[in-house]
């Protein structure tokens, strides 16, 4: 049952934030590995040498936020990894890379490394941004994220409907990753009906009602599927995405919420039912002749912490969870490198991502909230 309280993640850190005295202070966790018994200081310069795999979940969450935090990132990998430290009470981290996005931020858009980038993609790090306005009282970040927001508004890269395409002009291609880049930022904003109406219209291209899954790519100038796979990282961005969104949306909006309660429990039900007995997923989830893959174990159980937390997942589904969570624990590495997922740069292998390094804290984040209730 949802909460009818105000929920809203961003009021509730905002009020955690105003109680902190002084910005270096509310970091939760930081980057220290001192406690762990597999690390060993090198006398020559004060540096650490992780030596075998990690010997607690705390020694690994820190190894995998240094692994991330050293991985070059996109704008949508920046604006993931924003969003984990966030969500993980990091806020000075979350800080600072907010305050990156907008140090490349050209044209209104944020994390530009070369060119402008989708709009979607570059707005992912908006509610870090947002969120580092209200904390911090700066008015950079207000009016950076303001800016960002009037390209979203001024843009004639839509479709007739108004639904905005995912990928850089002049491709116009409607993507299932772009439910988590931009409806969250949206209703961070206060555009709660715009975040609706792009969720809704992505859906109508790319949502495959019999599977309960996302079909990867439509493309709107030959007006057919330019990718057709059930990418798994791709339902795994929607149902993730679709989370934020029910969380920020106000309690006057309740029909829209439960709207998109359907969304993520039929995502959750098309997913789960290809995945493997150890937890992972293969890459196209029904196709089992593709690469294992447990950035989609990350994302569902993700999902299924935050839903059960908030009352609309069902708990019984917690089971399912801890075995995906199980799964991609054990992939990771001394380094903190997660293995066994979609990796970068073109995402067709398994290897690794930015993304699945933010993905592990957001899931391990809301596995922590959860246990916490």
Not at 245 to 262: C, F, H, S, Y
Not at 272 to 294: I, Q, S, W
């Amino acid at each position: 049952m949802i909460n009818t309280e105000n929920n809203s993640r961003r009021n509730f850190l905002k009020k955690a934030g105003e109680a902190t005295a002084v910005l270096a202070g509310v970091t939760a966790t930081g980057f220290s590995c001192s406690t762990a018994d597999s690390v060993e200081k090198d006398k020559n310069n004060g540096g650490t040498i992780f030596k075998g795999k990690p010997t607690s979940l705390a020694d690994r969450i820190d190894r995998v936020k240094i692994a991330a935090m050293g991985m070059q990132r996109y704008d949508w990998e920046q604006g993931t990894l924003a969003q984990a430290f966030l969500e993980y009470g990091d806020y000075d981290m979350t800080i600072s890379l907010a305050r990156a996005a907008i140090m490349r931020q050209e044209n209104g858009r944020f994390s530009v490394l070369k060119g402008n980038g989708p709009i979607t993609d570059c707005s992912s790090v908006g509610e870090a941004v947002l969120f580092s306005g209200d904390l911090t009282s700066d008015p950079m970040f207000k009016k950076a994220a303001d800016e960002m927001l009037a390209v979203f508004k001024t843009s004639d890269h839509k479709d007739e409907n108004g639904i905005l395409y995912h990928t850089q002009e002049p491709t116009k291609w409607m993507m299932s990753d772009a439910n988590y880049m931009l409806p969250p930022f949206l209703a961070a904003c206060g555009e709660y009906q715009e975040a609706i109406k792009q969720i809704d219209g992505w859906r109508s291209y790319l949502y495959n009602d019999r599977e309960k899954l996302y079909s990867h790519i439509w493309d709107c100038e030959s007006n057919k599927f330019k990718r057709e796979d059930f990418w798994g990282t791709g339902s795994g961005w929607s149902a993730a995405g679709f989370v934020r969104v029910i969380d920020l949306l106000p309690d006057n909006m309740m029909e829209d919420k439960k709207k998109l309660i359907g969304y993520v429990n039929d995502l959750l039900e098309g997913c789960l039912k290809y995945m493997r007995e150890d937890g992972a997923f293969h890459d196209v989830v029904n196709n089992p002749d593709t690469f294992l893959e447990v950035n989609l174990s990350q994302m569902m159980a993700y999902t299924i912490f935050r839903g059960v937390a908030a009352g609309y997942v069902d708990s019984k589904l917690i089971e399912k969870a801890e075995l995906m969570r199980k799964a991609s624990n054990d992939r990771v590495d001394e380094y903190g490198y997660i293995h066994d997922v979609c990796g970068c740069p073109h995402f067709d292998r398994s290897y690794f991502s930015p993304e699945a390094q933010a993905f592990y804290i957001l899931m391990e984040s809301a596995a922590r909230d959860l246990a916490k209730k």
